[in-house]
């Protein structure tokens, strides 16, 4: 079964709120135990929908559904952002609840609104997406537009594909693309992402909800944050994650980010075959415990300090990172927030001391900065990863600090069994820092060819 639309009323002018038609169009479908949702040519003002199992959203060429501008519009009931201190991003567009075999698809587009959010007098942001304990999820060629935050939430769900799926924003603060919290078998293909925050998250704020069996293959990423990132939310277990065949280009922090920093573990990670152009940080890997019960960063379910968790098994392997003369600058979010600078740039892998990373392969990696960095520009003291448990009140080195790099091009600290092979390093213009540190680390093997002079 299919229904158009505009079969119940619905008015594609860009004017008419059209809520009603299309939810009363969900409902007949589920009620005849599945069907087609069709949204034709024009545009579509809508307040929050509730999908249902069973029912494919077809948004035509031409067609848009478009986030209503009132925030009134938008319901309450959508469950809520399981970021600490972003109660802003509660809202939801459009919303589905312990729902199956949900369809998303088209040639057409869905746009957030993001221009007109927040209103006057309101906090609040509407998410895109959001999913909360689904199953069968495939959302596939459609347009994601100008989300007013997170494109994509897909929560405690299982059986999701992405594939050809476009996604831009560049309106507002927490633009992601996808997000992935205690999600398995999870298949993204072929997406274009772009966006003011990280494109791709892979997140666990439970033990209850492992994230696992994640293939992430053939897309690109554009970001003034990050492109993949693993982490920060990090209480329950991720692992069986494959990252292959990606481009990344103008990304103002870090490429590939992985951080296990609540108590859980980030294990049996592969990345390679990914081209970087204009990436700050290639990859970034970080294991320490961290709390912030004022900061965006923490998981609202996580309590109190954790122990620091556990990560093993990381390989990183055909990778290609190249600097324009782009990165000579420093880059910003929205004018005053920065992202990126030279002497932030590297490669940079930490743990505690007593808590190391066991098992981390690095081959065949080609790495050409920018450079350009002397001495006097950044600071003589650089911070260990401490245990906050004992050290609270001290300086340590973390996931948003230092905002230097001592090495030029890699540092590696605190690493059981850690294997390199097929590195190299230039830069385009002389750094008078040191091209690399490996301390603290079992070495099984290093294999490094920094070019100290500038090539072109």
Not at 439 to 455: F, N, S
Request: a negative charge; glycine letters at 8%; aromatic letters at 10%.
């Amino acid at each position: 079964m299919t229904i158009d639309i505009t079969e119940l009323g619905a008015v594609g002018d860009g004017k008419t709120v059209n809520t009603l038609s299309v939810q009363k169009a969900v409902d007949l479908c589920s009620e005849e135990g599945g069907g087609t949702v069709f949204i034709p040519k024009g545009v579509y003002l809508c307040g929050t929908i509730f999908l249902k199992s069973n029912v494919t959203l077809e948004i035509a060429a031409g067609g848009i559904l478009k986030a209503d501008p009132d925030i009134r519009d938008y319901r309450e009931e959508v469950h809520h952002n399981r970021y600490r201190n972003e109660e802003a991003l509660d809202r939801c567009f459009i919303y589905a609840e312990n729902q199956e075999n949900i369809h998303i698809t088209g040639n057409g587009e869905i746009n957030g609104s993001a221009e007109a959010f927040p209103n006057e007098g309101s906090i609040y942001r509407p998410m895109m997406f959001r999913f909360l304990r689904c199953r069968n999820i495939r959302m596939e060629q459609v347009k994601l537009y100008q989300s007013a935050a997170w494109t994509a939430a897909f929560l405690d769900s299982s059986y999701i594909w992405v594939s050809g799926v476009h996604i831009f924003n560049d309106k507002k603060y927490n633009g992601d693309g996808l997000d992935f919290d205690g999600c398995e078998h999870v298949f993204v293909e072929g997406c274009s992402i772009s966006g003011t925050d990280d494109n791709l998250c892979l997140q666990s704020s439970s033990r209850r909800y492992p994230v696992r069996d994640v293939h992430i293959s053939n897309c690109e990423f554009s970001s003034l944050c990050a492109a993949v990132r693993i982490g920060l939310k990090s209480i329950g277990d991720i692992y069986n994650v494959v990252i292959s065949n990606c481009t990344m280009e103008r990304v103002w922090r870090e490429g590939i980010k992985i951080e296990c920093t609540e108590g859980g573990s980030i294990t049996d990670i592969s990345v390679q075959n990914v081209v970087m152009r204009d990436v700050s940080r290639p990859v970034f890997v970080i294991l320490n415990n961290r709390f912030e019960t004022e900061d965006y960063g923490s998981s609202v379910e996580l309590q109190e300090m954790p122990e620091i968790g556990r990560m093993e098994n990381l390989t990183f392997s055909n990778i290609i990172a190249r600097d324009s003369h782009e990165m000579k600058k420093a880059h910003y979010r929205f004018g005053d927030d920065i992202m990126g600078e030279p002497k932030f740039e590297g490669i940079r892998i930490d743990a505690e001391k007593n808590h190391p990373i066991t098992g981390i392969t690095m081959t065949n990696i080609r790495y050409h900065s920018i450079g350009g960095v002397k001495k006097e520009d950044i600071p003589e003291y650089y911070p260990e990863v401490l245990d906050r448990r004992i050290y609270s009140g001290a300086e340590v080195s973390e996931n948003y600090y230092p905002d230097w790099s001592r090495a030029a091009f890699m540092d590696i600290r605190n690493v059981e069994d850690l294997y390199l092979s097929g590195i190299r390093f230039s830069s385009a213009e002389p750094d008078e820092r040191e091209p690399y540190y490996v301390e603290g680390c079992h070495v099984l093997k290093q294999e490094i060819y920094a070019q100290k002079t500038a090539r072109k």
